[in-house]
Antibody
């Protein structure tokens, strides 16, 4: 049974960097059969996939085009976790953020973190 | 990006009713489609993947089908615990995209 446990602040100031971490139990961030994703949800944008990291002989990342340049998703193999960094946030980045295991679909979700961007 | 359009955006039904929700992809995605259920304040739950394969533990009253770029989620006999919002998601291309959701409400 895979469990994903999210951590990170719920309030970020505009122009600063949003940072969240997802600790994995019951699977490995280095798995060859999964990807490790961040998805966010807001009333205005619905469910939005942000990006993923995964290991296929080397570490790879994919990001949604609208976030390229300000997003980093990276693994931490020593702690079996992965993280999200989203820089230069604005109020439009206010959302519930989920870490998610998947490949073509998403079968295990973290508990969600409401991140509010406000001064 | 592949656009996923769900209809209706909301539907009212009664316990025991048969309900169908539709999702249309803006281009061919084969059967790379999943359905999720989300209850208020809860995390989305994977119900169906590969258009018609039931995720483990999901009741058999849920089913999915595909016809070209049109996909349907059917609940054969609604139970009280099925009232929720349902989302489709395409897994063929990056970025993986979701429909806007269909809210299933009690009539």
């Amino acid at each position: 049974q895979v469990q994903l446990q999210q951590s990170g602040p719920g309030l970020v100031k505009p122009s600063q960097t949003l940072s969240l971490t997802c600790a994995i139990s019951g699977d490995s961030v280095s798995s060859n059969s999964a990807t490790w994703n961040w998805v966010r949800q807001s009333p205005s944008r619905g469910l939005e996939w942000l990006g993923r990291t995964y290991y296929r002989a080397k570490w790879l990342e994919d990001y949604t085009a609208s976030a390229i340049g300000r997003i980093i998703i990276q693994p931490d193999t020593s702690k079996n976790q992965f993280s999200l960094q989203l820089s230069s946030v604005t109020p439009e980045d206010t959302a519930v953020y989920y870490c998610v295991r998947g490949w073509n679909w998403f079968d295990s979700w973290g508990q969600g973190t409401l991140v509010t961007v406000s001064s | 990006d592949i656009q996923m359009t769900q209809s209706p955006s909301s539907v009212s039904a009664s316990v025991g009713d048969r309900v169908t929700i539709t999702c249309r992809a803006s281009q061919d995605i084969g059967t790379w489609l999943a359905w999720y259920q989300q209850k208020p304040g809860k995390v989305p739950k994977l119900l169906i993947y590969a258009a018609s394969t039931l995720q483990g533990g999901v009741p058999s009253r849920f089913s999915g089908s595909a016809s070209g770029t049109d996909f349907t989620l059917t609940i054969s006999s609604l139970q009280a615990e099925d009232f929720a919002t349902y989302y489709c998601q395409q897994g063929k291309n990056i970025p993986q995209t979701f429909g806007q959701g269909t809210k299933l409400e009690i009539k």
